[in-house]
């Protein structure tokens, strides 16, 4: 265990080591680069800072609106039987657009029931398997230019409800089936 904790503590240092002496070995100016790649990557955040605000507003004003209790409540009737309880409805519905209002609903989940109860134990997992679709598809298709972005959507809708599926398996194995 302390290997891994002394594993732990040294990954960062040592990439970012290795990456500095991989350029001073290739003759590149690493401090130089370092500086033009910050100077793009904050004119990316400048560009995609109104996507960002629009979908803050828009969980907010989800969250705020009770919206999000009433979609729970009806859906968990269809949802309840299938293992996934109706509590975690807004909480895959807003991890699709958003990280941190995702964590904030996760972190009222736990206030209520526990991290280790059954409720959390799949919020837990369900945000580690799944992913802000929205939020994801709106920065990097506007930052490259992507109009069609094809079958991305299905696939992306695909992929985060086979997450929650995994996660409400995993989590009922462990505590019925393990």
Same mark, same amino acid.
């Given at each position: 265990?302390?290997?891994?904790?002394?594993?732990?503590?040294?990954?960062?240092?040592?990439?970012?080591?290795?990456?500095?002496?991989? !350029?001073?070995?290739?003759?590149?100016?690493?401090?130089?680069?370092?500086?033009?790649?910050?100077?793009?990557?904050?004119? $990316?955040?400048?560009?995609?800072?109104?996507?960002?605000?629009?979908?803050?507003?828009?969980? %907010?004003?989800?969250? %705020?609106?009770?919206?999000?209790?009433?979609?729970?409540?009806?859906? !968990?009737?269809?949802?309840?039987?299938?293992?996934?309880?109706?509590?975690?409805?807004?909480?895959?519905?807003?991890?699709?657009?958003? &990280?941190?209002?995702?964590?904030?609903?996760?972190?009222?989940?736990?206030?209520?029931?526990? $991290?280790?109860?059954?409720? %959390?134990?799949?919020?837990?997992?369900?945000?580690?398997?799944?992913? $802000?679709?929205?939020?994801?598809? &709106?920065?990097?298709?506007?930052?490259?230019?992507?109009?069609?972005?094809?079958? $991305?959507?299905?696939?992306?809708?695909? &992929?985060?409800?086979? !997450?929650?599926?995994?996660?409400?398996?995993?989590?009922?194995?462990?505590?019925?089936? !393990?």
């Amino acid at each position: 265990m302390r290997f891994l904790l002394f594993l732990s503590e040294v990954t960062i240092p040592l990439i970012i080591f290795y990456i500095v002496a991989f !350029g001073i070995l290739q003759k590149v100016k690493v401090y130089e680069s370092f500086i033009v790649g910050a100077e793009d990557g904050l004119k $990316t955040v400048v560009k995609i800072l109104p996507t960002l605000i629009g979908l803050m507003v828009g969980v %907010g004003i989800l969250r %705020g609106s009770g919206f999000l209790d009433m979609l729970g409540k009806y859906l !968990g009737k269809i949802t309840d039987p299938l293992g996934f309880p109706a509590p975690l409805v807004p909480l895959a519905f807003v991890r699709m657009f958003s &990280s941190s209002a995702a964590t904030g609903l996760a972190l009222d989940i736990f206030k209520e029931y526990g $991290t280790d109860s059954h409720i %959390g134990f799949i919020a837990s997992l369900m945000l580690s398997c799944t992913e $802000t679709i929205f939020y994801t598809m &709106s920065v990097y298709f506007m930052t490259a230019k992507i109009t069609k972005t094809r079958h $991305t959507l299905f696939g992306a809708l695909l &992929s985060t409800l086979a !997450g929650i599926a995994i996660s409400v398996v995993l989590v009922h194995y462990c505590f019925v089936g !393990g």
